[in-house]
């Protein structure tokens, strides 16, 4: 198996440091003969149906699936080899962490780091983001299992969203519960997806939803039997695949353009809001308190 280490080249001229042995090379992964294929990387595991052309990602990063910077740039890669591969018209996104979709940033990533980590982490994040969501790929979100925050906005990039019925899987933006805001392209998202009024409620008081709670707002298109969530994604993507991609495509391009192109034009300014933010005392204070809580919650 090939083992690769180089320079991700990010928006704006900067990159990104692909740490050596996180990239385990897919074209020396395994090839079914009956068009299944298996890319093999250490948190994101991609699976594919070359004849469907379809593609599944399980995040694998245990405990939680947080979006650390290393499960991220193992991600973003993932992501573009899929966009530039002309055989994958469709994407789930899934989880491999039982009961745990993704519990979002990874406030270690946030907190007692320098600024230039900060700033490195946050165009991770709005790297990440503006792929999924300007993807040309149909993205079905199988939500199986806890979503807030960061996890959330994952699920919300995606064109459709199945969450598994299970009360213990709550999702939703809950930064204001951490003492930090959700910035605004989060907040550009949440709107899109369920309007203006439920989401300065939700995101106010940082609420997360349960499943039917979910589907009430508009948060997720549909509440299924946890057993039934991969075949669900899977059954919508067929119906989503029906349709010609050039004319989905720039559909999707013409209801997602604006909101993206609001971030794009402000990317840097938005790195260095989020350094100054993230950096106060008081902040790096609000998160350790949290991070503390988490921990002591098994004990
Ligand atoms: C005005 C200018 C504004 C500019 C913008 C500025 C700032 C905003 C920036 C960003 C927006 C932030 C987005 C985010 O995503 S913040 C992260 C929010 N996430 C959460 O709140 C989830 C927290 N986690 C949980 O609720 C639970 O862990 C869970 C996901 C429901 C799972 O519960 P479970 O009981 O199964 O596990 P544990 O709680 O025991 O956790 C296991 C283990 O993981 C650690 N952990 C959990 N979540 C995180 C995380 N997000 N990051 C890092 N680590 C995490 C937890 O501490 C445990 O660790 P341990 O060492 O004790 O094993």
Redesign the pocket.
């Known amino acids: 198996m090939a083992l690769v280490a180089g320079r991700k080249t990010f928006a704006a001229g900067k990159t990104l440091l692909l740490r050596a042995g996180v990239w385990l090379g897919a074209e020396a992964a395994a090839r079914g003969g009956n068009g299944a294929r298996r890319f093999v990387s250490q948190r994101v595991l991609v699976e594919s149906d070359v004849t469907a052309g379809i593609a599944t990602i399980k995040f694998k990063n245990p405990?939680?699936n947080?979006?650390s910077l290393e499960f991220l740039t193992e991600f973003i890669i993932c992501l573009e080899k899929l966009e530039n591969d002309k055989t994958y018209r469709g994407l789930i996104l899934t989880s491999d962490c039982p009961?745990?979709f993704s519990?979002?940033?990874?406030?270690?990533e946030?907190c007692g780091k320098n600024l230039a980590h900060y700033a490195e982490y946050w165009r991770a994040i709005q790297e990440t983001w503006l792929k999924l969501y300007l993807s040309n790929m149909v993205l079905v979100a199988a939500i199986n299992g806890?979503s807030?925050?960061?996890?959330c906005?994952m699920a919300l990039s995606s064109d459709y969203r199945v969450l598994a019925d299970n009360p213990r899987y709550r999702i939703g933006l809950?930064?204001t519960?951490?003492g930090?805001?959700?910035?605004f392209w989060?907040k550009d998202v949440l709107v899109n997806t369920i309007g203006h009024r439920a989401a300065e409620h939700a995101l106010q008081l940082g609420l997360l939803f349960q499943p039917t709670e979910a589907l009430q707002v508009g948060m997720v298109d549909q509440v299924v039997p946890e057993d039934q969530v991969q075949s669900t994604a899977l059954s919508v993507m067929t119906e989503w695949l029906a349709i010609p991609d050039h004319a989905r495509q720039l559909t999707k391009s013409m209801m997602r353009k604006a909101t993206a192109d609001n971030l794009i034009k402000q990317r840097e300014a938005d790195i260095q809001?989020?350094v100054s933010?993230?950096s106060r005392d008081s902040i790096q204070k609000s998160l350790q308190v949290?991070?503390e809580k988490?921990?002591q919650?098994?004990h």
């Open positions: 405990p939680v947080s979006l009961g745990i519990a979002g940033l990874d406030l270690r946030m806890a807030p925050a960061g996890g906005l809950n930064e519960l951490l930090i805001v959700a910035p989060f809001n989020f933010f993230v949290y991070l988490l921990k919650k098994k």
